[in-house]
């Protein structure tokens, strides 16, 4: 895409070098070679503009193409790679039957989801000592050693966790997974025979590695639409 013209006409990215006297006709050359051999020059260029605009042509708001690889892991149940500029996301899913003790009520279990807020029914858990209806889907981000100097090496830090709770309230609340669809029945027999009852639940473990070549972390870009400020956190 070729870079915005700003408003005298001009472009910035074509370079003009003056030979001899001031009559002498200006040697140009092509933008590739101008971004070459000057790339400070050349992004100034096009930050001094009013507005500023980008070398790439893309608007504030435009991203960045995205390329999307699936079923890259082996151990796990579903992934994908997602690549946008210099950052990568490696996204794996891998589930697990969580299965009903003897006298426990589904009902019940499932209630706890609908009457608590989603910060509080997150961290519950229910009476057997189970995971909560509401952590059936467990998302959990890794921001890769070297992905930035802002994360060096050592234990989770504070920022993988608290990005991996807003991507879990963002699933809660968006309702991208129907959690009724992960029911397990026992399926009824003969006529005559009891109906099919709940036995289980399939629950989902999303891990979520980050890997960005630059040096400064990500950072979210504030909208009306909160998702997509924390999907712009995350790449």
């Known amino acids: 895409m070729a870079a915005p013209s700003p408003p005298n006409g001009k472009n910035p990215s074509t370079g003009t070098v ?4 001031s ?11 101008f971004r070459h051999i000057s790339p400070a020059l050349y992004l100034q260029r096009h930050l001094n503009h009013v507005p500023p605009a980008r070398p790439s042509g893309r608007y504030p708001s435009q991203h960045r ?40 009520d589904f009902l019940a279990f499932e209630s706890h989801h609908r009457s608590q807020t989603s910060t509080a029914y ?16 467990v998302p959990n981000l890794e921001l890769s050693t070297g992905c ?4 060096p090496l050592g234990p989770p830090g504070a920022s993988a966790q608290t990005i991996s709770d807003q991507i ?17 029945y026992a399926q009824a027999g003969s ?3 009891p109906p099919a009852t709940i036995r289980g639940y399939w629950s989902f473990l999303v891990r979520h590695s980050g890997c960005s070549a630059i040096t400064k972390a990500p950072t979210g870009h504030l909208e009306p639409d909160r998702g997509t400020h924390i999907l712009r956190q995350i790449i």
Do not use: M
């Open 168 to 184: 879990q309230e963002l699933i809660q609340v968006s309702k991208l997974v129907d959690l009724k669809s992960l029911r397990i």
């Open 148 to 151: 930035s100097k802002k994360y």
């Open 65 to 104: 193409d995205f390329t999307l690889t699936t079923n890259s892991l082996s151990h796990a149940h579903g992934s994908a790679v997602v690549r946008t500029g210099d950052t990568a996301v490696v996204c794996g899913v891998r589930g697990e039957v969580l299965t009903l003790a003897p006298g426990d």
């Open 23 to 33: 009559r002498a006709p200006p040697l140009t050359f092509s933008t590739a070679l």
């Open 122 to 137: 997150a961290s519950g858990s229910r009476g057997s000592g189970g995971a909560s209806w509401g952590e059936l889907v």
């Open 191 to 193: 006529q005559g025979s």
């Open 18 to 21: 003056s030979v001899g006297n």
